[in-house]
């Protein structure tokens, strides 16, 4: 692979990389006939008690379980997901409302709905350090640092 779209934060150290500058917004994955699911949005509090699936990377974790505030000690966490697809297929099937930045995307079983206080991650698009691995990935490398 030779670029990766990342949410923040992200330990740059080991990457060439570029803040995109835009900001996305969160969101939980709430399975059909869920009651969580015909509200307009959902706070820290509406999370407490419910199986929660978050972010794999540890980072972003920190940031999630940051917005929950003082009511992070009461969140339940069933288990870990990076990918919006698998998070909103484990959702659909009852294992938990996934937490993950809303694309815009529509998962068959779930609705995205809108987290409040808002909240929002900036992403990094990052490149190995030693090079790419094609002409064309390196002239796209290029692109990105002028």
Not at 73 to 92: D, E, H, K
Request: proline share 9%.
């Amino acid at each position: 692979m030779d670029f990766g779209l990342l949410a923040d934060p992200v330990d740059t150290e080991r990457y060439e990389y570029l803040h995109t500058g835009i900001s996305d917004h969160w969101a939980a994955m709430v399975p059909d006939g869920h009651p969580l699911q015909t509200r307009e949005s959902l706070t820290p509090a509406d999370l407490v008690g419910e199986p929660l699936l978050l972010p794999s990377r540890e980072p972003v974790r920190r940031v999630v379980m940051h917005w929950f505030g003082s009511l992070a000690p009461q969140a339940v966490i069933a288990g870990t997901c990076n990918l919006p697809a698998n998070g909103a297929a484990m959702a659909a099937n009852g294992l938990g409302l996934y937490l993950c930045l809303d694309y815009g995307v529509s998962y068959p079983g779930v609705r995205a709905v809108p987290l409040t206080p808002t909240f929002e991650s900036s992403s990094v698009l990052v490149w190995k350090k030693q090079g790419v691995s094609s002409p064309a990935a390196g002239a796209f490398a290029r692109f990105l640092r002028a």
